[in-house]
């Protein structure tokens, strides 16, 4: 079963209480108060996420960096990591794991709080990340984007799909394309964009984990809106042409559909955007619109629809 479809299921049976502003459904969930706090969790499984030769001082950060782009998307400072481990006999490399974890939290000013540690048949890495809203303000979600808006992504894309064939195709090699393999390995989540989005006005927002066509219809899907992605407006990532040529693959669909990114994807006014962009250290770029009637995804190309096999990473469970 597709883990959206499951997702609905979950949601469908579990209650909303007092004390939760948002739950199940958006990047994080949101804690009721004053400055109101924000809650996300995720897992990292061994040949599921990451492959048993993965080094624990990359591991580490990544861990904690695809939950923090969770804050990131919401608009929200970092607080606090739980760590939880699954542990399989003979590794024993934590040390190595946690450093790496450590120096990414103090660059961010979180602190690791806490978790829990137990056997396991292979390495599984559970992080909950906690962050706070500034007091008085709400956090950014995904379904508030409005027909007319601008859909902008900060960064660049495909860098990380780019690395991981890198990585693993012998015939491309990680040293074709140096910095995509870094994208991959080592994600850098956009948590000054995020806040800066959010005080500009930014209507709707989620990070890119998936893949910007994925997430981009999930956005739509969120705000009750259709959405057109331009690939040939797509900014890609260092090596992903070069990778892309190597394999003989498409390098803006590849850009579009290959996950892993953790950019912001974000939907705003034209005017909000033309203003905020200067001011994001990662930069910000128009790639699409989001549109009235039925909320589906259209990807363009030289004015006509492009249909890939697949819109992005999608887990069946």
Known sequence: MPELDLLEQIAARVKLRPGVAIGIGDDAAVLAGDPAMVATHDLLIEDVHFRASTDFHDLGPKALAVNLSDLAAMGAEPVAALVGLGLPEGRGEVADLYAGMEALAARVGATIAGGDLTAAPCLVIAVTALGRLSRGTAPVCRGGGRPGDWICVTGAVGGAAAGL??????AVGASLAPEAVRRQLRPQP????????????AHAMLDVSDGVALDALRLARASGLGAEV?????????GVAEVAGRTGRDAQLLAATGGD?????????????IAVA?????????????????????LLRGGREVTPERLGWEHDV
């Open 190 to 201: 956009r948590l000054a964009e995020g806040r800066l989005l959010r005080e500009a006005g």
């Open 165 to 170: 064939l890198a990585l693993e195709d012998p």
């Open 261 to 273: 990114d953790y950019e912001l994807l974000v939907a705003l006014p034209a005017a909000t955007a």
């Open 230 to 238: 331009d690939l040939e407006l797509l900014p890609l990532g260092p």
């Open 278 to 298: 200067p001011r994001l250290p990662a930069g910000l770029t128009r790639i699409g619109r989001l549109t009235g009637g039925e909320p589906r995804l259209r």
